[in-house]
């Protein structure tokens, strides 16, 4: 029988982000939206909150708490509850981080993980989403070809967040063209150690402004084999990664769309037109009820492919409709958001314009977050 009762860590987990996203991330929101950076003093903050470092072992300086994908659905949730683009800049070392944690040979975690243990941000992000049409994640452009003791890495990526910043860069490229997920490999790259690598400018979206999203060229870059994630390991490492970022996303879009309802709903219960609140309305009250019901459709989605990620089971087709179901239902809820607002909703000064382009990028959005 699946039960999704939080235990009381989890309770307490949900509590402390809450808590911090209130009273730090949204007051912080629409400056970082404004002006297109999150300043470092508030991704210190929430670095100091300690959710990836306690997650890696004691023996490579973490706190060694188990893992659980439920626990960072919850985590993520309330994060991009705040804020979203606040949140992936808190969360982006865990794009590295947990894929070591998950698939790294011994070696390589006793090397990288460490880097995560300190007080200090360590940057790191993830390069995956390609720029073209059609793209599809099992069937990527860039190409790593083995030559002797090393790959040779070609390609561009794009929506790669932090890269002006990141010490650490885990690329994904195919290795074995033609057999989908499994012939997909990620490459942990520190950056100042490769040639050919270009980290372009600064890239203009339409929505998540707050974070800072770069185009990067490889060319001829000389990977060493060691660098491989899990070493010899054949396939399972990108599933892996795929899974375990989809269910976070659909984690996030939770997240945005219960902020979303929360202010439509608000809204429309302090919003008077004929004498009478308008969320009394039949038309509205209807639209808040079913954006209700779809926020928690998406969080049980979420959980329930998290929940078979922590007992070892296979998850890629509930992760899969975990993540395409979020990405329709919060576009729905938050262009009823702006509908609700009705010309309010238009204007910058209200969220739900924001949340309305932030969730019109789902459907492109592919590796930002990890559980």
């Known amino acids: 029988m699946i039960s999704f009762e939080p235990d009381d860590e989890q309770k307490m987990l949900k509590e402390t982000l809450e808590n911090f996203s209130t009273n730090v991330i949204r007051k912080a929101a629409h400056d970082c939206e404004e002006k297109g950076e999150v300043p470092a003093d508030l991704v210190k903050k929430g670095w100091e909150l300690g959710l990836i470092m306690s997650n890696i072992p004691e023996t490579c ?5 188990k893992r659980s994908a439920v626990t960072g659905a919850i985590a993520v949730e309330a994060l991009a509850w705040g804020d979203f683009s606040i949140a992936i800049n808190i969360l982006s070392p865990s794009l590295v981080a947990y894929p070591i944690l998950e698939s790294g040979t011994e070696e390589q975690k006793q090397k990288y993980l460490p880097q995560f243990c300190s007080e200090n941000f360590k940057p790191a992000t993830v390069a995956l989403v390609e720029p073209r049409m059609f793209f599809d994640a099992s069937q990527l452009s860039t190409k790593a070809v083995r030559e002797g003791d090393e790959y040779i890495l070609n390609g561009d990526k794009c929506l790669v967040p932090l890269a002006d910043k990141a010490d650490l860069l885990l690329v994904f490229a ?7 997920q499994a012939g997909v490999d990620g490459f942990i790259i520190a950056k100042d150690d490769v040639y050919g690598i270009e980290i372009k400018e600064k890239e203009k979206n339409m929505g998540i402004k707050g974070l800072e999203t770069f ?12 660098s491989k994630l899990g070493g010899d390991e054949k396939g399972g490492t990108f599933t892996r990664f795929l899974n375990r970022s989809r269910v976070a996303l659909a984690a996030a879009a939770a997240g945005m769309g219960r902020s979303a309802w929360e202010y439509a709903l608000n809204y429309a219960k302090e919003r008077v037109a004929f004498g009478e609140p308008i969320a009394s309305r039949q038309a509205i009250a209807f639209m808040l009820a079913e954006m209700a019901i779809e926020v928690d459709a998406m969080r049980l989605l979420a959980w329930e492919a998290a929940w078979k990620i922590d007992r070892g089971e296979d998850c890629g087709k509930e992760s899969y409709l975990a993540k395409k179901y979020s990405q329709d239902m919060v576009l729905m809820i938050a262009d009823r958001s702006v509908q609700i607002l009705g010309g309010h909703g238009y204007i910058r000064e209200h969220p739900v314009e924001m949340y309305l382009r932030n969730a019109r990028g789902f459907s492109t959005f592919e590796g930002l977050l990890m559980v």
């Not at 300086?61 to 708490?65: D, I, L, T, Y």
């Not at 195919?174 to 989908?180: K, L, M, N, V």
């Not at 185009?215 to 060691?226: K, N, Q, R, T, W």
């Open 174 to 180: 195919a290795t074995s063209p033609g057999i989908g």
């Open 215 to 226: 185009e990067v060229s490889f060319s001829d870059c000389h990977i060493p084999l060691a």
């Open 61 to 65: 300086g973490g706190a060694g708490m």
